[in-house]
């Protein structure tokens, strides 16, 4: 029996009702398996920042240091300032602990649930590789003037060789396992955006080299969206910088059925993940236990597939698909489910 310590960051809104589906659908998969979860649920987040003004202390990120992964709900109230909860938990985890890759399934499980015609499971099926902590998001800028009509404001898109390198390195291995395509698609704006996506091209290029049999393949990020939508077929696995890894996947969420099937994994290859929802707090729907929980269970999927038992991620995933089939979800999909009701269902296939 292996055992997994998992940190379990409920968050904010609906975040800690769906993780604690996420939480029951793994204690099933381990009565089933040879795995074992230990969980221990961390209070971080608006009630905390309100109550303390702590966000994410020295102290919690060396405890979390102990963790095999974390395992996130949402983070985001209207009672805090944007940005303050996304830079200061979210932010601060991605970049302390590393966490430079950002993978983003685009899958469709279900015909029914995407808004383009004629397009099936076997016409959306890509994964977005997204580099984590570097470009636009790495926080490089400053005010010139501030509150003068003379103002200055700059943001820097910050590319460094060994950010680009590795990450462009994890997608070409990724690529070479993921399917039988082995298609690597690069999507930049190296038409306009000329030193930071010229970085990227010569690197895609060189390590391009390493891996003979992947097929290298590329996209202006414009020319992608479009794609996205009339030909989402093209693609397979896609790597791309922050801000626009940002975007599509949005957009991919979209196509795929919407933001009650997105997930995200904040991936660092040689030390501590996180694993979370795409979806946002919610709190107008909040302890109302109707929360959509699939993706927050597909990130604890997630999570144990990266954490490198795909099998056992793999019956997660069969039992989310039947409830699709069955029309055992909420009331979002089509169904009549809570939020506790739609966790029950997937243990109950399990």
Known sequence: MTTLNIAVIGGDGIGPEVT????????????????SFKFKKFDLGAKRYLATGELVTDAVKEELKAYHAIYLGAIGDPKVKPGILEHGILLDLRFYFDQYINLRPIK???????????????????????????????????????????EIATQQMINTYKGVERVLRYAYDYAEKRSQRKKLTLCDKSNVLTYGHDLWQRVFKSVGEKFPKVEQDHILIDAMTMKMVRNPEVFDTVVTCNMFGDIITDLGAEIQGGMGMAVSGNVNPEGLSMFEPVHGSAPDIAGQNKANPL???????????VLGY?????????????????????VDMGGTLTTTEAGDYICSVL
């Not at 604690?20 to 795995?35: A, C, P, R, W, Y």
């Not at 993706?295 to 597939?305: G, N, R, S, Y």
């Open 108 to 150: 469709l499980l279900d015909s029914k649930f995407t808004p383009l015609k004629n397009k099936g499971p076997e016409d959306i099926n890509m994964m977005i590789i997204r580099e984590n902590t570097e470009g636009l998001y790495a926080g490089v800028g400053g005010f010139f003037k501030k509150g003068s009509t003379d």
């Open 295 to 305: 993706a927050a269970i597909m990130a604890a999927a997630m999570m144990v597939d």
């Open 20 to 35: 604690d589906e996420g939480v029951k659908v793994l204690k099933k998969l381990s009565e089933v398996t040879n795995l």
């Open 310 to 330: 795909p099998k056992e991620s793999k019956k997660i995933d069969q039992a989310i698909k039947k409830a699709l089939d069955e029309k055992q979800v909420t």
